[in-house]
Nanobody
């Protein structure tokens, strides 16, 4: 069974840095686009950053120049380096992956359990 396990959330002061990690496990044919989404209280879940299997990246305008997404295909992992964080970055961050389980199957969408990030002094 495929799972996405996140780590690295916590409390950080405004202007500080934090790094989130997410690793995929289980049997799969291919691990395609991976990304990070977040959901603040009372708000809808939004895309933060995405990265394709060949390294093309997309960022939300609110985090561009501050956050960096990267991945390690050998480890089936994706990372989110968060710099110059702001109180408005406070949210639960979810890892997402498009996974092809078998050669003849299409992509299926998987989510991690979520990691709380709180930016506060």
């Amino acid at each position: 069974q495929v799972q996405l396990v996140e780590s690295g959330g916590g409390l950080v002061q405004p202007g500080g840095s934090l790094r989130l990690s997410c690793a995929a496990s289980g049997s799969m044919f291919s691990l395609n686009t991976m990304g990070w989404y977040r959901q603040a209280p009372g708000k809808e879940r939004e895309m933060v950053a995405r990265i394709t299997s060949v390294g093309n990246t997309t960022y939300a305008s609110s985090v561009k120049e501050r956050f960096t997404i990267s991945r390690d295909n050998a480890k089936k992992a994706v990372y989110l380096q968060m710099n110059s964080v702001k109180p408005e970055d406070t949210a639960v961050y979810y890892c997402n992956a498009e996974i092809r389980l078998r050669f003849f199957s299409g992509n299926s969408n998987y989510w991690g359990q979520g990691a709380q990030v709180t930016v506060s002094s």
